[in-house]
């Protein structure tokens, strides 16, 4: 199983960019999928996350109104659209797959992907 994420990078406050997270190697469409990040020196936090048909999504508070996550089971492939970036939205970025729903403690995640570097700078 593999799950590649990319479209992180510099962007500067209010930003708007758009993370993707290929999987390949498991049936993408029975697997729900979530985003999480962590800050060097502190613990990988919650994100969002997807039911495996898109049908239910979950936001920490922390992004909900800015940030969209979404899912092209054709594709194979899980977004996060970021918008209004924040300095404090720094982070590593790591999507995972559960078969099971996504719990925000991480702990129902089976696979994570490598991670993508997100830097906002004000």
């Known amino acids: 199983v593999q799950l590649q994420a990319s479209g992180g990078g510099q962007v500067q406050a209010g930003g708007s960019p758009r993370l993707s997270c290929a999987a390949s190697?498991?049936?993408?469409?029975?697997?729900?999928m979530g985003w999480f990040r962590q800050v060097l020196g502190k613990e990988r936090e919650f994100v969002a996350s997807?039911?495996?048909?898109?049908?239910?999504?979950d936001y920490a508070d922390s992004v909900k109104g800015r940030f969209t996550i979404s899912r092209d089971n054709a594709k194979n492939t899980v977004y996060l659209q970021m918008n209004s970036l924040k300095p404090e939205d720094t982070a590593i970025y790591y999507c995972?797959?559960?078969?099971?729903?996504?719990?925000?403690?991480?702990?129902?995640?089976?696979?994570w992907g490598q991670g993508t570097q997100v830097t906002v700078s004000s």
């Open positions: 190697g498991l049936r993408f469409s029975k697997y729900g």
């Open positions: 997807i039911t495996w048909g898109g049908g239910s999504t």
């Open positions: 995972a797959a559960s078969m099971r729903t996504i719990s925000r403690d991480s702990t129902s995640s089976e696979y």
